[in-house]
């Protein structure tokens, strides 16, 4: 949606890093989910007694080098790093990290365009009662204030 109507450049990423997960632990079975990636953004592998690989490590000082890019000038490309494209709704590339870092296709982009279309409806709901609210406190406060309605 920001690619759409943002005004800014847009860097989406696909991660598939499996950590490695000690065997036994709780999280052994969980793959490459949603937040497993932060260890490598802010390269803290050390906060874990894992085995961490030297892919590992150098998947860890990639990302952070990114976010640490991103941070500084609103961009992650930089030296050292291979180039980073920005998403758009032309050319829908993103970042997959993996054991290593490489642009690729948006994964699973025909179900993630049925899951949008599901929440058009309710996009424009919330704007419906967005608006209503607004006039309902713009009358309040014109009622609070003494001023005719």
Not at 19 to 45: C, I, K, M, N, T
Not at 60 to 76: L, Q, R
Request: glycine share 8%.
């Amino acid at each position: 949606m920001q690619a759409k109507t943002g005004r800014g450049k847009v860097y989406s990423y696909y991660f598939a890093h499996l950590p490695p997960y000690p065997q036994g632990s709780s999280f052994a079975d969980w793959r490459a989910g949603h937040w497993s990636e932060l260890r490598y953004v802010f390269d803290h592998l050390s906060q874990e007694p894992w085995a961490w690989s030297d892919a590992d490590r150098a998947l860890a000082n990639v990302m952070a080098t990114y976010w640490t890019n991103f941070a500084k000038s609103v961009d992650p490309n930089g030296d050292g790093v291979p180039v980073w494209p920005n998403l758009t709704t032309d050319r829908e590339r993103v970042l997959h990290f993996d054991d290593s870092a490489r642009v690729g296709g948006v994964p699973n982009l025909e179900w993630l365009r049925r899951l949008d279309l599901c929440y058009i409806g309710l996009r424009g709901a919330t704007t419906a009662m967005q608006k209503e609210l607004q006039e309902t406190h713009s009358i309040r406060q014109q009622i609070q204030s003494g001023a005719p309605k």
